[in-house]
């Protein structure tokens, strides 16, 4: 199995920063791609940024310019660097993890979700 752990939501004023980490863990060959999507209330989840072993990255139009994936290969870990925060980013941000667990299993993990609120 692979669990993902995801730190760093909470309050922030508008044009303010935060940093949201996510580890994954367990039975992990290879990661392929990690991401990070968010769930406003009453709307459905949306991509914010993923990116691939390789380092490509791919990042919504809205906060691009704003935010920054990366990732720690060797510790399994993707970051989100979220700068200029707007209102409208507020959202439950929800990590995930695509690899291979053995030559056989892939795995296509969520974690629990980190909130992010912005204040006006």
């Known amino acids: 199995q692979v669990q993902l752990v995801e730190s760093g939501g909470g309050l922030v004023q508008a044009g303010g920063s935060l940093r949201l980490s996510c580890a994954a863990s367990?039975?992990?060959?290879?990661?392929?791609?990690m991401g990070w999507y968010r769930q406003a209330p009453g709307k459905q989840r949306e991509l914010v940024a993923t990116i691939i072993s390789g380092g490509s990255t791919n990042v919504a139009d809205s906060v691009k310019g704003r935010f920054t994936i990366s990732r720690d290969g060797a510790k399994n870990t993707v970051y989100l660097q979220m700068n200029s925060l707007k209102p409208e980013d507020t959202a439950v941000y929800y990590c995930n993890a695509q690899g291979r667990s053995s030559l056989t299993r892939r795995f296509d993990v969520w974690g629990q979700g980190t909130l992010v609120t912005v204040s006006a």
């Open positions: 367990g039975s992990i060959v290879s990661v392929n791609a």
